[in-house]
């Protein structure tokens, strides 16, 4: 099983954002939780981030046709306003849960519209670093159905 997590914009800078919201920790500790997820999955990981939104579409596009079987996304900013993610991840024929360390719903009025939500299987919000591990685990469930 090969599982893509996709992080946008800001995310690599986990440790130095507001920790309110995303914590002290930092992305490498997210890394090597995912990492540690994957072994207990039997999974092969790839995790790709990208501050640039054509990279994002191409990463998922070429997905399409290197054996990926599942996708956890937190597109970051890229979640409210990207119809061109949105798209992209339309076109995926595999699960897809969108993540999102904080509770995008309980922040700011523009934070609780997910134009990227409705291309994928499911959402999670607000579980912190967690979340990307409650997620794998969710489209390691949908890949075995």
Do not use: W
Not at 53 to 79: C, H, K, S, W, Y
Not at 94 to 108: A, T, V
Not at 119 to 142: N, R, S
Request: charged share 25%; with cysteine; aromatic share 8%.
């Amino acid at each position: 099983m090969k599982i893509l997590v996709v992080n946008g914009p800001n995310l690599n800078m986990l440790g130095k954002r507001d920790p309110k919201f995303y914590s002290s920790r930092t992305y490498d500790d997210l890394l090597k939780m995912i990492g540690a997820k994957a072994l207990e999955l039997d999974a092969q990981v790839e995790v790709f981030q990208s501050n640039h939104e054509g990279a994002i579409i191409d990463r998922l596009q070429d997905a399409m046709e290197d054996g990926t079987d599942g996708l956890v996304i937190n597109p970051g900013a890229f979640t409210h306003y990207s119809y061109a993610i949105h798209d992209a991840l339309e076109i995926l024929s595999f699960p897809k849960i969108e993540i999102h360390i904080s509770d995008i719903n309980s922040r700011d009025e523009f934070r609780k519209i997910s134009v990227t939500r409705p291309a994928c299987d499911g959402q999670i919000v607000g579980e912190g670093f967690e979340g990307y591990l409650h997620a794998m685990e969710e489209v390691a469930k949908l890949i075995d159905k």
